[in-house]
Antibody, heavy 118, light 108 residues
């Protein structure tokens, strides 16, 4: 049974960095790409990018290039999202989502609320 | 980037009625790699439809997807109370894998 469990809520000041984790269980971690999606309060979904745990390759939406890093630690089946130089516009719930065998986002974490406030 | 525009913005219907939601792409979605998701408040999205018309595992046959190229639809027959919430389309035809802005389905 696939589970994605994310780290807890974070409060950060503008300009700081934040790291969100996503611990996977119930499957071979290196076998499936992991995507990250965020949702600002009361807003829609925004795709951020994907990471291939098998080798570490990534594909980031241009909006996030230079400020976002997606990594993983395969020894503990955990994916990470690093966001630097945060602003109030980065206040959102961040989701990790694993693709299914077809390539769509079937399994989702519970979300991590990141609040950026001075 | 492929822009996905969903309509209507809000749909007010009663249980038992049929809902039809639309997703229009700014350019053709390669391979019709389009998905639909349902999101309830404070929950993660749930995959309903992939490949434009294939129901995901566990999704009842009241849900059906159609369309190709730049025009896609999601039809929900015999609405049930748990169907209300926000529906999003997402394209996987080309990176970035953009989402539509969502359609809110509310109880009339």
């Amino acid at each position: 049974q696939v589970h994605l469990v994310q780290s807890g809520a974070e409060v950060k000041k503008p300009g700081a960095s934040v790291k969100v984790s996503c611990k996977a269980s119930g499957y071979t971690f290196t076998g499936y790409f992991m995507h990250w999606v965020r949702q600002a309060p009361g807003q829609g979904l925004e795709w951020m990018g994907w990471m291939n745990p098998n080798g570490g390759g990534t594909n980031l939406a241009q909006t996030f290039q230079g400020r976002v890093t997606m990594t993983s630690d395969t020894s503990i089946s955990t994916a990470y999202l690093d966001l630097t130089r945060v602003t109030s516009d980065d206040t959102a719930v961040y989701y990790c989502a694993r693709v299914d065998s077809i390539g769509y986002l079937y399994y989702w974490g519970q979300g991590t609320l990141v609040t950026v406030s001075s | 980037d492929i822009l996905l525009t969903q309509s209507p913005g809000t749909l007010s219907l009663s249980p038992g009625e049929r809902a039809t939601l639309f997703c229009r792409a700014s350019q053709s979605v390669s391979g019709d790699y389009l998905a639909w998701y349902h999101q309830k408040p404070a929950q993660a999205p749930r995959l309903l439809i992939y490949g434009a018309s294939t129901r995901a595992t566990g999704i009842p046959d009241r849900f059906s997807g159609g369309g190709s190229g730049t025009h896609f639809t999601l039809t929900i027959n015999r609405l049930e109370p748990e169907d209300f919430g926000v529906y999003y389309c997402q394209q996987f035809g080309g990176s970035p894998f953009t989402f539509g802005q969502g359609t809110r389905l509310e109880i009339k």
